[in-house]
């Protein structure tokens, strides 16, 4: 799971978890969170087994920023544990939760080196779009343009979706509307933004493809389970090649 700290990597983890369960398959979770107090599932892997964010803050006297990042180059030395662990377990999809604040995870050369190293088996990533901050079509363009660097950095399939629909009913609509073609949105960001911004923002519209990648979007919601199918419906064509789950 990747996305903006807060988007609901965690929840939909637990989500996802449940889903794989429910349809009896073998499901594990690995939280790469080291920071995170409460987690909305039970871990089979856990990094805070592995590194303790409060001793390394006393330890080299840093504040909490100063010690995830030196936390998640730890966690990186830990990856013939973790993937042994991973490997004991053996379950038919791990499902791997990453830190709440996504650049940890996706910019420093440890995340890509965890990503690379925890198993030779098929990945995929799914970018978690907050629904509660793509209220305006700049914002939009501007996780979108995120989403799209995430992708680059981790160079993984990815599923887009939209989390927390429950909470955006209106504003939904608007960003179905946008993400229907490329001249739906450049018309929403020409009623926003003008000049150098209204340049600049569709211009990166163009080199995203956004049309191509907007057809993807799913919109989902962790607390009613809107949209989920569709979501374990995309989950299970890249994965398993169109197979469902077994029942
Ligand atoms: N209403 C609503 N709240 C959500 C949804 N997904 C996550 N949340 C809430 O948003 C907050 C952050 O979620 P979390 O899973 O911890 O985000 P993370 O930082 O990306 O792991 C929590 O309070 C969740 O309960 C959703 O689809 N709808
Ligand atoms: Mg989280």
């Known amino acids: 799971m990747t996305g903006t700290a807060g988007s609901g990597k965690s929840l939909l983890t637990s ?7 429910q349809n009896s398959a073998f499901a594990a979770v690995l939280n790469l969170d080291p920071g995170v107090e409460n987690i909305p599932y039970t871990c089979d ?8 964010i409060v001793s390394i803050m006393k330890k080299y006297d840093l504040g909490p920023n100063g010690a995830l990042i030196m936390t998640s180059d730890l966690i990186a030395s830990k990856i013939d544990e973790i993937r042994n662990e991973v490997e004991r377990v053996n379950p038919d999809y791990l499902l791997v939760d990453t830190p709440g604040q996504i650049e940890l995870f996706a910019y420093r ?8 190293n925890l198993t030779a088996e098929e990945k995929m990533s799914i970018f978690l779009f907050d629904g509660s901050l793509i209220t305006t079509p700049i914002n939009f363009v501007s996780i979108a343009l995120l989403a799209t660097s995430i992708k680059l950095r981790l160079n993984l399939p990815t599923i887009n979706v939209i989390t927390k629909t429950d ?3 209106t504003k939904l609509k608007d960003i179905i509307q946008w993400s229907s073609s490329l001249r739906s949105l450049e018309n929403a960001i020409a009623k926003e933004a003008d000049g150098e911004t209204y340049a600049l923002t569709t211009n990166i519209l163009r080199g995203l493809n956004f049309s191509g990648f907007a057809q993807g979007l799913i919109p989902i ?18 994965l398993n090649l169109g197979e469902e789950v077994e029942d």
């Open 15 to 21: 989500k996802i978890y449940d889903y794989y369960t």
């Open 45 to 52: 892997i856990d990094v805070r087994d592995y590194v303790d």
């Open 109 to 116: 050369s440890s995340g890509k080196f965890i990503v690379e």
């Open 167 to 169: 909470i955006i009913t």
């Open 221 to 238: 919601s962790n607390v009613t389970g809107y949209g989920m199918v569709n979501l374990e419906g995309a989950l299970s064509r890249i």
